[in-house]
């Protein structure tokens, strides 16, 4: 089965820089890749995904990149604010096949 | 729209307790998935449902784990015996597979077992 590693586990940064989490998935079928932010004592949101025909999706400040020949794929947050401190997870899963595999997390805190 | 529904939301019981769950997924939504978030974790899945059939189940501990979704709506999820282990946060997502197959699931907000 499907298999994904998430680094790093815990993540400081300060108010204004940039964060980066990523992941590498072990199913060279996984096309689709979610994104999925928890904030404390709430449930998991999806925030941002991509398919496996594109390489790069920005959303405001958020992006992510996906190498498929290396089989992993990255979350970007620029200008990072205290309301984006919480738990960001990866997951990977087959489009059209409704298995989602998840990361262990990372707890992204932005110190002001 | 509710959302996905779950209770209890907290649940305090002593081992060798049975507990039981039980979610409300979105209307319309035909893939229903339990979930187990251990601290510091990430959600590891228990068991999938598409409709009233359990299609993915081989990481429910079956000897005290079980699940149904009758009439492929509501689903509960039930404990019994409770051990120490089993403490955790069990979530239910449901989801609707878009036409660019993209699954996005929404999820619940969770039941939080402690188990003493």
């Known amino acids: 089965g499907e298999n994904v590693e998430q680094h790093p586990s815990t993540l400081s940064v300060q108010e204004g820089d940039s964060a980066v989490i990523k992941c590498t998935y072990s199913d060279s079928a996984s096309n689709y890749f979610p994104w999925y932010k928890q904030e404390l004592g709430k449930r998991p949101q999806l925030i941002i995904d991509i398919r496996s025909n594109v390489g790069e999706k920005k959303d405001q400040r958020i992006a992510v990149t996906l190498n498929k020949t290396a089989k992993h794929f990255s979350l970007h947050i620029t200008e990072t604010q205290p309301e984006d401190s919480a738990v960001y997870f990866c997951?990977?899963?087959?489009?059209?096949?409704?298995?989602?595999?998840f990361g262990i997390g990372t707890k992204l805190q932005v110190i002001p | 729209e509710a959302g996905v529904v779950q209770s209890p939301r907290y649940k305090i019981i002593e081992k060798k307790q049975p507990v039981a769950f039980w979610c409300n997924p979105i209307?319309?939504?035909?893939?229903l998935y339990w979930y187990r978030q251990n601290l510091g974790q990430g959600p590891e899945l228990l068991i999938r449902?598409?409709?009233?059939?359990?299609?993915?189940d081989s990481q429910l501990p079956k000897d005290r784990f079980s699940a149904e979704r009758l009439k492929g709506v509501d689903s509960t999820l039930k404990i019994q015996p409770a051990e120490l282990g089993d403490s955790a946060v069990y979530l239910c997502?449901?989801?609707?597979?878009?036409?660019?197959?993209?699954?996005?699931?929404?999820f619940g907000a969770g039941s939080r077992l402690t188990v003493l």
């Open positions: 997951a990977a899963s087959i489009r059209g096949y409704q298995k989602v595999t």
């Open positions: 449902y598409e409709n009233e059939e359990a299609v993915d």
């Open positions: 997502a449901s989801s609707l597979q878009l036409n660019s197959g993209a699954n996005v699931l929404t």
């Open positions: 209307s319309g939504h035909n893939t």
